[in-house]
């Protein structure tokens, strides 16, 4: 491979990598970032393991979080940029483990495609800077293939034992990985897993009470079509299927004219030795299961990044073209680049608005600064995105916190004087935000308050001030 095309990609891979660092206070926390913060911002450790016995996910995340509040500060740049330098490491060793599964002689090119898929496809992009796991855990994950292919039973063991930690589906690819190799007779590295896989199991047991109840995983529905559709986009943006078939017909053209004699499939050895037959075990088992208990979600298959990409990158780096078969390649190429540079960023780039998965809690903390009697059926959000924003200095430390449903009914009944006003305020998808919102506002008119909006403005965040009628009438 030239030169030249070499430094292009390199070229390509900073820009995508830079303009999500660029990014990564363009858009407001939302909820399950504040939550992040929530749980992992803790004065004490101690604080921190007792938050997260009533969690989803395991603690490994989290307590490096806590850590690493503590070492570069507590902020929302923080958190996000914990997750961008995992985002870039991972692809680091997707890209090193894509160059030592490829063929001689074509080490170059299939580090140059798995460059692209690890840092420009939106995949990685999405989460490159979100303040959650999954960018450690894509980092986790391709660091324990990268121990088991060389066949360091120890090393993989550990790593898989963090990965297993820091996700669930860590946990459940780890012992697809056990059960896998297991069956292929490799004992030494089955029992690396199985014995990594114990730290993980032992957390589920010391939180069972939360992790089986009913009130864990419910925002997750049966797998169907919706699923397979949205973790196709997650992993080809915006028009997955146009995208597809545009690929299909790539390769119909290359075949016919392009210089392409054949096709081959990935060999078995590369599956295995990549991890992808784990990893697809993992996928069969986790939907088999939620058909029962529903836990297949399409951005928990991140997890699949660092055994994919560097398989396709093999595959795609192996293929001979000739001129015609290149340079139809490289328009289908520059057409996937252009869409996932522009929609691709739309869910870190949101405009003015700052949405985030449909969250405006920055606004809100933003416009009410300064204020008091504030109440929301989301209290424990806006005072964390409170917190968040005095640490960036965009508003003074609050003098009173929010209060919720049940504080407001207090107010309400204890005083002879009620204040002047109120403000009542909300975020998240418009349904959902105003159902919540109403038995606050039917609480204020009851008690002889009349609401009136005041962030119009909004998509996603509604903001009511609510005036005594009898104190407004006798001025």
């Not at 008690?447 to 119009?456: M, V």
Request: charged share 15%; hydrophobic share 50%.
């Amino acid at each position: 491979m030239k030169r030249s095309w070499l430094v292009l990609v390199l070229a390509l891979c900073l820009a995508f990598g830079l303009r999500a660092l660029l990014l990564i206070d363009a858009t407001a926390l939302w909820s399950d970032e504040l939550y992040s913060v929530g749980k992992s911002f803790q004065p004490s450790f101690g604080s921190l393991l007792g938050m997260l016995r009533e969690d989803t996910h395991p603690p490994a995340y989290y307590c490096l979080l806590w850590l690493w509040g503590h070492v570069v500060g507590q902020s929302p740049v923080s958190l996000r940029l914990l997750s961008w330098l995992a985002y870039l490491a991972g692809g680091l060793v997707i890209v090193r483990q894509a160059m030592a599964l490829g063929h001689t002689g074509t080490q170059a090119r299939v580090g140059a495609v798995a460059a692209l898929l690890a840092f420009c496809s939106p995949y990685p992009i999405r989460f490159a800077i979100e303040g959650k796991s999954y960018a450690v855990l894509v980092l986790l994950v391709a660091l324990a293939w990268w121990w088991r292919r060389l066949g360091h039973p120890v090393a993989y063991g550990a790593v898989a034992g963090l990965a297993g930690l820091t996700h669930f589906y860590g946990l459940f690819l780890v012992m697809a990985a056990a059960a896998w190799d297991g069956w292929r007779r490799r004992w030494s590295l089955s029992a690396a897993a199985l014995i990594g896989a114990l730290p993980a199991l032992a957390w589920m047991a010391y939180a069972a009470d939360y992790l089986f109840s009913s009130r864990a995983g419910s925002w997750i529905g049966v797998p169907d079509y919706a699923l397979f559709e949205e973790t196709l986009a997650r992993g080809l943006g915006l028009w997955p299927l146009p995208k597809l078939a545009l690929v299909l017909l790539l390769l119909v053209v290359v075949r016919r004219w392009g210089g392409l004699l054949r096709w081959s499939w990935p060999e078995t050895s590369l599956l295995d030795r990549s991890g992808l037959m784990p990893s697809l075990l993992m996928v069969v088992g986790v939907v088999v299961v939620s058909f029962l208990k529903p836990m297949a979600f399409s951005r928990y298959f991140v997890v699949l990044l660092p055994a994919l990409v560097p398989v396709l990158a093999v595959q795609i780096g192996a293929l001979e073209l000739n001129r015609f078969g290149r340079g139809s390649a490289l328009v289908v190429l520059g057409l996937m680049l252009i869409s996932w540079w522009g929609p691709g960023f739309s869910e870190l780039d949101a405009g003015v608005g700052g949405v985030r998965e449909q969250d405006q809690f920055r606004l809100i903390s933003q416009r009410t600064s300064g204020l008091e009697e504030r109440y929301s059926p989301r209290q424990r959000l806006f005072n964390l995105s409170d917190r968040m924003e005095a640490a960036m200095g965009r508003i003074p430390s609050p003098s009173a916190p929010w209060g919720g449903k049940g504080d407001l009914k207090q107010r309400l009944q204890g005083l002879d004087h009620l204040p002047p006003q109120l403000w009542l305020a909300s975020s998240g998808p418009p349904q959902a935000m105003e159902r919540k919102l109403k038995p606050l506002k039917l609480q204020a008119e009851q008690a002889g308050y009349r609401c009136e909006p005041q962030a119009s403005d909004l998509s996603h965040a509604r903001l009511l001030r609510c005036r005594f009628e009898a104190r407004s009438r006798s001025e």
